[in-house]
């Protein structure tokens, strides 16, 4: 397989990345065959995962919005996969001009495609590093750089603590995380579920069993369980809702039936 000048040398390009399959679910171009090959294999099961994938994403950009429209200017995006159109970066500085951003992730393309995109940009950065361990992202020089966390601060856990298992504590890493921010500061979330799903939980699970295949557990969990990432929040109006109904730009019931497969919400620090 040839290589493309864009994909670095230091990664095994015949190994699926989940950021390269959520790439190719968003229609771009950073994809490989064996990315797309498990793509459409978790869509035998679930052949709408396009339509939730670009339902996250629109909640991305209202919730960017939102924040930017409360006087936030700095955004820290955790688990922010390979910049596809209308990113953070773009969304916060068409809505609030001078907005600074920190892109974190521990996929070596998404880091390498981000550092790309964002090369001549003194206001937006990449940092290479886990949720799983938040001190390293919260000590990295490049945020220090741009981000003032004395200051409020929107904080997105974009479609990423489903790859976190339990084992490894997410709870743990979002409430570190939000002891590190100042008041006012939000939480944008979304996370999957099989709560919403159109289709039986046994079907579902085949999509989630590609993911396994691929040594990244898409761990689904409950809106309860989802809810408790929030502790510490109060949560924004209208609280933790399927995507498309989180301050909606349309009418939801124009939705497709896969954008309601998941959960959403705006917490804010106090």
Do not use: C
């Amino acid at each position: 397989m040839e290589r493309p000048a864009w994909a670095p040398r230091s990664i095994d390009i015949t190994v699926p990345s989940v950021s390269r399959i959520y790439d190719y679910y968003l229609g771009g171009s950073h994809n490989f065959e064996v990315d797309r090959e498990a793509a459409r294999k978790a869509m035998e099961f679930l052949p709408g995962l396009p339509k939730t994938m670009q339902a996250n994403r629109a909640f991305m950009r209202r919730a960017v919005r939102f924040a930017a429209g409360e006087g936030i200017t700095q955004f820290l995006d955790i688990g922010s996969g390979i910049p596809t159109f209308g990113n953070v970066h773009e969304v916060a500085r068409a809505a609030a001009p001078g907005a600074r951003v920190v892109y974190v992730d521990h996929d070596p393309v998404a880091v390498a495609h981000s550092e790309a995109v964002l090369a001549g940009d003194d206001d937006a950065d990449v940092v290479a590093a886990d949720l799983r361990r938040p001190r390293e992202i919260l000590e990295s020089p490049r945020l220090a750089r741009l981000i003032d966390l004395n200051r409020p601060v929107a904080l997105l856990l974009v479609a990423i603590l489903h790859f976190v298992e339990d084992a490894d504590d997410p709870y743990g890493a979002v409430a570190e995380l939000r002891k590190a921010l100042a008041p006012g500061s939000l939480l944008i979330l979304t996370h999957a579920s099989y709560e919403g799903i159109p289709q039986p939980a046994e079907r579902a699970e085949g999509a989630v069993d590609v993911y396994k295949d691929i040594r990244n557990p898409l761990i689904m969990r409950s809106r309860e369980e989802i809810a408790r990432f929030f502790e510490g929040y109060d949560m924004v109006e209208p609280g933790l809702v399927p995507m498309p109904h989180w301050r909606p730009d349309s009418a939801p019931e124009d939705e497709d039936p896969y954008a309601f497969s998941g959960y959403a919400g705006v917490g804010r620090t106090a």
